[in-house]
């Protein structure tokens, strides 16, 4: 079993050479996971409503209205959470000396 791993990292080794992405690739890729992320969170939301109106219609129970909203709720503090710490990398960047 270890062989096998061995093999494997060597024959990736030996293949590709250095994979990471540059930074701009890096900004891309975090600016396109950013993008599905607040999609996927104003998804929720509109789910929410959806599930809110057949609650009032009498549709829907309310356990499953409140496992939608609970579930919106935490997308939405995670976005939050993810938007505070890009604006205080950003801010220590500005506080660094050139």
Request: glycine residues 8%; hydrophobic residues 40%.
């Amino acid at each position: 079993m270890i062989q096998g791993l061995t093999g494997v990292g060597s024959t990736l080794g030996a293949a590709g050479g250095d994979n990471r992405p540059t930074p701009a690739e890096s900004m891309e890729q975090f600016g396109d996971y950013l993008k599905r992320a607040l999609d996927s969170v104003a998804r929720q939301e509109e789910a929410v409503a959806r599930t809110t109106e057949q609650f009032i219609l009498g549709n829907v129970d309310v356990s499953e209205l409140m496992i939608v909203s609970e579930q919106a709720k935490l997308s939405l503090q995670l976005t939050a959470q993810i938007r505070n710490k890009v604006i205080e990398a950003y801010q220590e960047i500005m506080r660094m000396q050139v």
